[in-house]
């Protein structure tokens, strides 16, 4: 079993920033990928940043140069570090991890997402 909990959420001015995180606990072998999606009312959700385990990283084209991703592979968290926020990037966002897990003795990748955090920003 994986939890992952957000945290850094909130309400901001255009122009201001916010910093994002998600830690995970549980049993697993590995995490691979880590990403944040978001999704605004009435939207699809959609991906915001990810990045691999190696490091490498690929980004929205709405939040590139703003927006920057980074990991912990030591505490198993992921970070979205938001700069020069737009009333547009009002949105839930989710952590998305792809996890592999020993089951019973072979290794399977799953998918797990995060309880969602509210971001606003005001005009």
């Known amino acids: 079993q994986v939890q992952l909990v957000e945290s850094g959420g909130g309400l901001v001015q255009a122009g201001g920033s916010l910093r994002l995180s998600c830690a995970a606990s549980g049993s697993f072998f590995s995490i691979n990928a880590m990403g944040w999606y978001r999704q605004a009312p009435g939207k699809q959700r959609e991906l915001v940043a990810a990045?691999?385990?190696?490091?490498?990283?690929n980004y929205a084209d709405s939040v590139k140069g703003r927006f920057t991703i980074s990991r912990d592979n030591a505490k198993n968290t992921v970070d979205l570090q938001m700069n020069s926020l737009k009333p547009e990037d009002t949105a839930v966002y989710y952590c998305?991890?792809?996890?592999?897990?020993?089951?019973?003795?072979?290794?399977?990748?799953?998918?797990?997402w995060g309880q969602g955090t509210q971001v606003t920003v005001s005009s």
């Open positions: 990045i691999t385990s190696g490091g490498s990283t």
């Open positions: 998305n991890l792809a996890v592999t897990i020993v089951k019973p003795t072979t290794l399977h990748e799953y998918d797990y």
